[in-house]
């Protein structure tokens, strides 16, 4: 099993920056691709984006993906949310999620999930 810990969301203003970090335990993280989610208020999960294990291939939903981007430290446990250009919609909470497959993009093909952490832009 892994334990999942997010950490840096907060209240930006649009077209701020925030970095969201997600710190594994429990288990060897490169055994995990690592997913971002978020969800808004009355809304399903909406994928934001996804790392490979060894942090080699990562990609972005289209609705994101030029201002938004994805890292990971196997050595220290971390993947990362880099998002800049913070628009009113981007207003969610941001989970991140592990999975034992090598790629995936919904929410269901993920094993273990943090507590999230919230990410409100006002306009």
């Known amino acids: 099993q892994v334990q999942l810990v997010e950490s840096g969301g907060g209240l930006v203003q649009t077209g701020d920056s925030l970095r969201l970090s997600c710190a594994a335990s429990?288990?060897?993280?490169?055994?995990?691709?690592m997913g971002w989610f978020r969800q808004a208020p009355g809304k399903e999960y909406e994928f934001v984006g996804v790392?490979?294990?060894?942090?080699?291939?990562?990609d972005c939903a289209d609705s994101v993906k030029d201002r938004f981007t994805i890292s990971r430290d196997n050595a220290k446990n971390l993947v990362y949310l880099q998002m800049n250009n913070l628009k009113p919609e981007d207003t969610a909470v941001y989970y991140c999620?592990?999975?034992?497959?090598?790629?995936?993009?919904?929410?269901?093909?993920?094993?273990?999930w943090g507590q999230g952490t919230q990410v409100t832009v006002s306009s």
């Open positions: 999620a592990a999975t034992s497959r090598p790629w995936a993009t919904m929410s269901n093909e993920y094993n273990y």
């Open positions: 429990g288990d060897t993280f490169s055994r995990y691709a």
């Open positions: 790392i490979s294990k060894s942090g080699n291939t990562a």
